[in-house]
């Protein structure tokens, strides 16, 4: 099993639901979908809301709803892992920078 060292980005966030693997791999084609580690911060300089879900994210079913500076940590399923392809972000309005902290766990 390869290891890395953790993926620190930011990623910009606007209009629809956005697929999270989409926009890591417009940072970094070769980071890996799989992760033990997952936190998502929205940018302190950033207004609005930042909805963490699946792929039916919405402001009223959503896993999370962040304000500024506020962060959520995907917890992995049992076997360890956090897919990326399975996480989306929506924003309220305009454009809303995220940070981004995952550990890869190979691919």
């Known amino acids: 099993m390869a290891y890395f060292s953790p993926f620190m980005r930011s990623v910009s966030v606007t209009g629809g639901a956005k697929l999270l693997s989409t926009l890591l791999a417009l940072l970094?084609?070769?980071l890996p979908t799989r992760l033990g580690l997952l936190i998502i911060q929205m940018d302190p300089a950033s207004a609005g809301n930042l909805y963490v879900g699946n792929s039916a994210v919405?402001?009223?079913?959503c896993g999370a709803n962040l304000i500024a500076s506020g962060s959520y940590t995907v917890n992995p399923s049992?076997?360890?892992l956090i897919l990326t392809t399975d996480v989306y972000l929506l924003v309220s309005a305009g454009t809303i920078q995220a940070n981004i902290t995952a550990l890869?766990?190979?691919m």
Do not use: F, I, Y
């Open 28 to 30: 970094d084609a070769n």
């Open 78 to 80: 049992e076997d360890g």
């Open 58 to 61: 919405a402001a009223n079913n």
């Open 104 to 106: 890869p766990k190979g």
